[in-house]
């Protein structure tokens, strides 16, 4: 039992170049959620599932998109990345019973 | 619309003393709160966590938090801090949003630095 996993954990890119961040979870969640942490400002939602075939918008969705490939798999993608996305990004799944929510390791992304 | 406060962005204690980090909360619901710790370089996990069966609430590691209603407060506390104990302290709360999501607010984090 892995929990949730990201892949990968570290990645260097170029403005303007693009990539796609993986996440999966084995403990059969229904919602996963992507977030983002920069220093001083906690942790802010880009985007959610609440459930497999479903995604939408949280704080700071602009420059993203999102894939909720199966029930296990949430995927992010950075279409044209810039300097500003430059942080750590965190994958969490919850099972909808008292809203916890169970995170991966992450994945530090600097943008050049 | 739900809120949380961390008051103090940086927390400093010496080993053995009493750990008390400050979270405030606001919510048009009774709300699930919650404790999470982020050591160097991993994700977030839950040390603890309040859903109204007991207003004092014990975690890992020796944490506890007590749930106030009247003050909207949910302190975490630990009576003797451990060098282990350096990390991040995330306070959130959550609630079911209009749309029936799960929604999570988390505080800006508290850096708790011990000092041997």
């Known amino acids: 039992n892995a929990g949730v996993t990201q892949t990968p954990k570290f990645q260097v890119l170029k403005t303007g170049q693009s990539m796609t961040l993986q996440c999966a979870q084995d403990m059969n969640h229904n919602s996963m959620y992507w977030y983002r942490q920069d220093p001083g400002m906690g942790l802010r939602l880009i985007y959610y599932?609440?459930?497999?075939?479903?995604?939408d918008k949280g704080e700071v969705p602009n420059g993203y998109n999102v894939s909720r490939l199966n029930k296990r798999e949430f995927s992010l993608r950075l279409e044209s990345a810039a300097p500003s996305q430059t942080s750590v990004y965190f994958c969490a799944s919850s099972d909808g019973q008292g809203y916890t929510q169970y995170f991966g390791p992450g994945t530090r992304l600097t943008v050049l | 619309a739900q809120s949380v406060t961390q008051l103090g962005s940086h927390v400093s204690v010496s080993e053995g003393a009493l750990v008390l980090l400050r979270c405030n909360y606001s919510?048009?619901?009774?709300?699930?709160l919650f404790w999470y710790v982020q050591y160097p370089n991993q994700g977030l996990q839950l040390l603890l966590k309040y859903t109204s069966a007991a207003t004092l609430v014990k975690g890992i590691n020796g944490f506890e938090a007590e749930f106030k209603k009247s003050e909207t407060s949910f302190h975490l506390t630990k009576p003797s801090a451990h060098m282990s104990d350096a990390a991040e302290y995330f306070c959130?709360?959550?609630?079911?949003?209009?749309?029936?999501?799960?929604?999570?607010?988390f505080g800006t984090g508290t850096k708790l630095q011990v000092i041997p």
């Open positions: 919510s048009s619901v009774p709300p699930y």
């Open positions: 959130a709360v959550s609630g079911t949003n209009s749309g029936g999501y799960q929604k999570v607010t």
């Open positions: 599932s609440a459930s497999e075939g479903t995604t």
